[in-house]
Each structure stands twice: as C-alpha cells, then as structure tokens.
T-cell receptor, first 111, second 115 residues
C-alpha cells in the first residue's frame, strides 16, 4: 500500500521553462511534507518543506504547493536549469518524524 | 548546513559475512536517526528508527536480528547486516534529524553487494 505516490516516473523540460513535479498521498494524518533531490549513488538532499497549516512555501526557484482537500502537493522549479536534472522524491510524515517516501520522479532538464 | 557522514560508500562482501555501516552527524547532535533501504527504481523504504540510548524501532517486515542497529551516542548510529545474503544487496541510506529546525539530513548512502 503506497501511501505517497508520484505517478510520473520521469519528466523532461526545456531549460528556462517551469518544471512541475506532482505527489499524491492517501493518509489524511500526514501533516508535514518534504521534497528531496537525489543524484545517482548519493543520499537525498533536502530541498523544501511545507506543513499542513500552509498551502504554499517558496524558496528561491523552488515553490511547493499543498492542496489538502485533494491530498496533493506539487513542486515547481522555475526557471529550470540543467543542474536540476535528478530524481525528486516527496515525503510525508504525521508528526512522528518517520517519513514515507514516494517512488520518485526523474527530471531531465534539456539545454 | 548540517552534515551527515555515512561510511563505507561501497562494500562488497561474501555471503554469510556481516557488514557494519556507520552514520555520523558531524556538526549537530541527533537523538534520532533513520535507516532506509532503496531497491533499484524504487522508493526509499524506512527500515528502522534509531534512538540514542534505547532500542531501535523496526518497521513491519524488517528482521531486527538481521539488521542490528546501535545508537550509542548522539552523533553515531550503526547498522550491521548480519549473515548477509545476496538478496540483502541494496543501497542503504541513513538520515539524522536536526532538532532545531527538524530537518532531515541524509548520508551519502552505502551500496552493499553480497556475492
């Protein structure tokens, strides 16, 4: 039972355009969400987080949107850069610091 | 930012041997660390929560006698894969929670190959 889902395994975007990565969850108890970026054979790197009391959080080129009624969050990267090419994971927790990860979306930014 | 060091980055071992993986928080104290496992093209799966000074909490389906976790200090947690089998071959990643901002910081991972 996959509680956190990233239905798009891959995404290709032209450099300079917007990248939108989506994540859906099923557990309504989740109240804190994270996005991580991962390069091959490396550990994930924290990107941005959002708590359930907000619906948007912005940090530079990265913005995360949370739609609690739809149990959906998305990560927007604008403008996309070739260095953004990586696998992106969303993760969710319900206040226990035990995070459940999605299956990841491989982003490829084309120069 | 906070740094988590994981060692070794890659290990190849024979079936039946034990392998120890270390996870250190270098510039912060971590009362809680987490161990994950990732299969190819799969998500990170939480294996266990490591609590300093107490027993680890294992997720359902994870054999605690096979994956021994020790969190002896506020900066070090170890995962020992005992009597390794080829099916234990995987990418193992630790993370540590920084108490101040509650962020999770990850180690660089360990690629375990059991022959």
């Amino acid at each position: 039972d996959q509680q956190v889902k990233q239905n798009s395994p891959s995404l290709s975007v032209q450099e300079g355009r917007i990248s939108i990565l989506n994540c859906d969850y099923t557990n309504s108890m989740f109240d804190y969400f994270l996005w991580y970026k991962k390069y091959p054979a490396e550990g994930p790197t924290f990107l941005i987080s959002i708590s359930s009391i907000k619906d948007k959080n912005e940090d530079g080129r990265f913005t995360v949107f949370l739609n609690k009624s739809a149990k959906h969050l998305s990560l927007h990267i604008v403008p996309s850069q070739p260095g953004d090419s990586a696998v992106y994971f969303c993760a969710a927790s319900s206040g226990t610091y035990k995070y459940i990860f999605g299956t990841g979306t491989r982003l490829k930014v084309l120069a | 930012g906070a740094v988590v060091s994981q060692h070794p980055s890659r290990v190849i071992c024979k079936s039946g041997t034990s392998v120890k993986i270390e996870c250190r928080s270098l510039d912060f104290q971590a009362t809680t660390m987490f161990w994950y496992r990732q299969f190819p093209k799969k998500s990170l799966m939480l294996m266990a929560t490591s609590n300093e000074g107490s027993k680890a909490t294992y997720e359902q389906g994870v054999e605690k006698d096979k994956f021994l976790i020790n969190h002896a200090s506020l900066t070090l947690s170890t995962l020992t894969v005992t009597s390794a089998h080829p099916e234990d071959s995987s990418f193992y990643i630790c993370s540590a929670r920084e108490q101040i901002n509650e962020k999770l910081f990850f180690g660089s991972g360990t690629q375990l190959s059991v022959l």
